[in-house]
């Protein structure tokens, strides 16, 4: 009997429908055609330097974090470098990259597309032993019997255990989603190549109150044209006017546009417009908590996508959930360490929390003797031992052995 697999490899032999991209746009009213008349794909939106930027940032953050993957055996925690998934995200997925290059490659597609795919080939014993990244234009989603199945051209069909997917909001392209924001911010970007293009030389008509014949026209017109093309003072022919019919860069507020798209451009993406190299108004202090921003709002949630997704495609269920992924992030964290530390000290000092607990927050062991007694500031003895160290001071002064 034909599985699943073969019966979708057999009536998929090419691209089908692409998964409700156009729908999703019809549904939102989302015009394809860009008011701003530019053409704007996820490539050519690349040109826009904010909208590489914020890509490049957002992609290359996360692949740059040491990712690892840990077993917990009771109340230790170690590193799983014996696994079969732990070289693939750690170091070499494929033949062909490097774990950063890999993320990189998923991400910057998730980021430009709204998804970024990934082939998960397994041995016979079920085990990842090779991920293969595939363009987003080769892959088309379908449902089969309730299944979501990815047919993938010059491959065949995947199944959704055997496909990693990293993907945006309801897997729709940032890029296609704000296109009219990202064409203005093209436009403008156009428009301020073509006016220095023309070294500042505004487009404009020769106006006479004189009837002239067609010879004369273009005679003057030629003259004009050829005057135009060298720097200069120009010589306007007698009875003429000369009237420009664009605008200034000062009139199209154009340093303000362009600053107002790069900021629209960084809050689609929540990137802080420091870490773009945009000029604001900003202090060490603004600059260091925007990073922490960025951390939080930005880059921990898409290594939960990506933790997540790990788990339940590389990792085989019986092994959960002792098995699991873990980005380090401690490094996007370091400017927060003195809170951290703070709060830690405050909570260790009052008896909330024990030293194992917050061993155990920071992804390190605990320590075998005295690590889970809660301490308070009476000497730092055990919680459970004051009324002992309250009865023996008032009965004789003394002071117990802590």
């Given at each position: 009997m034909a599985t699943l697999t073969d019966r979708l490899s057999a009536l998929f032999r090419y691209r089908v429908g692409k998964f409700n991209s156009q729908t999703l746009e019809a549904e939102l009213g989302i015009n394809p055609l860009v008011r701003s008349g530019v053409n704007i794909t996820e490539t050519s939106a690349l040109a826009i330097s904010t909208v590489y930027a914020c890509i490049n940032k957002?992609?290359?953050?996360?692949?740059?974090?040491?990712?690892?993957?840990?077993?917990?055996?009771?109340?230790?925690?170690?590193?799983?470098?014996?696994h079969p998934a732990?070289?693939?995200?750690?170091?070499?997925?494929?033949e062909h990259q490097n774990a950063f290059d890999f993320w990189e490659t998923l991400m910057s597609s998730a980021l430009m597309y709204g998804c970024g795919y990934a082939i998960i080939e397994r041995n016979t014993r079920g085990y990842a032993e090779r991920l293969v990244p595939v363009s987003y234009y080769d892959v088309d989603i379908k449902d089969v019997d309730g299944e979501r199945?990815?047919?993938?051209?010059?491959y065949g069909a995947v199944t959704q255990d055997n496909m990693l997917e990293i993907s945006c909001m309801n897997k729709m392209s940032p890029i296609r989603l704000h296109r009219e924001n990202m064409g203005l911010a093209k436009?403008?970007?156009?428009?301020?190549?073509?006016y220095f293009g023309q070294k500042g030389q505004m487009t404009g008509v020769l106006a006479s109150d004189q009837p002239l014949r067609k010879e004369q026209m273009d005679v003057i017109q030629n003259s004009w044209n050829q005057s135009a093309m060298n720097a200069g003072t120009k010589l306007l022919p007698f009875g003429?006017?000369?009237?420009?019919?664009?605008?200034?860069?000062?009139?199209?507020?154009?340093?303000?546009?362009?600053?107002?798209?790069?900021?629209?451009?960084?809050?689609?993406?929540?990137?802080?417009?420091s870490l773009v190299q945009l000029p604001s108004q900003t202090t060490f202090n603004n600059v260091e908590q925007q990073n922490l921003q960025f951390a939080r709002h930005t880059?921990?949630?898409?290594?939960?996508?990506i933790e997540q997704e790990i788990d339940r495609k590389l990792i085989q269920s019986f092994e959960r959930p002792e098995l699991y992924s873990r980005f380090n992030m401690n490094d996007l964290y370091r400017g927060d360490l003195a809170t951290r530390?703070?709060?830690?000290?405050?909570?260790?000092?009052?008896?909330?929390?024990?030293?194992?607990?917050?061993?155990?927050?920071?992804?390190?062991?605990p320590i075998e003797n005295g690590g889970d007694a809660h301490l308070v500031q009476i000497n730092q003895i055990a919680l459970d031992r004051i009324n002992e160290y309250s009865d023996k001071v008032s009965n004789d002064g003394g002071q117990p052995t802590v």
């Open positions: 957002i992609a290359s953050t996360i692949s740059s974090l040491d990712l690892e993957l840990y077993v917990r055996d009771g109340r230790n925690i170690e590193v799983a470098n014996q732990y070289d693939l995200i750690t170091s070499a997925p494929n199945v990815y047919v993938i051209r010059d436009a403008a970007q156009d428009f301020g190549s073509e003429f006017k000369y009237q420009r019919i664009t605008i200034t860069p000062d009139e199209a507020q154009f340093i303000e546009t362009r600053k107002f798209q790069a900021e629209e451009i960084c809050r689609i993406y929540s990137v802080p417009t880059i921990a949630p898409w290594a939960k996508r530390t703070n709060f830690y000290q405050q909570m260790l000092q009052s008896g909330v929390m024990s030293i194992n607990e917050v061993r155990a927050k920071e992804q390190m062991n």
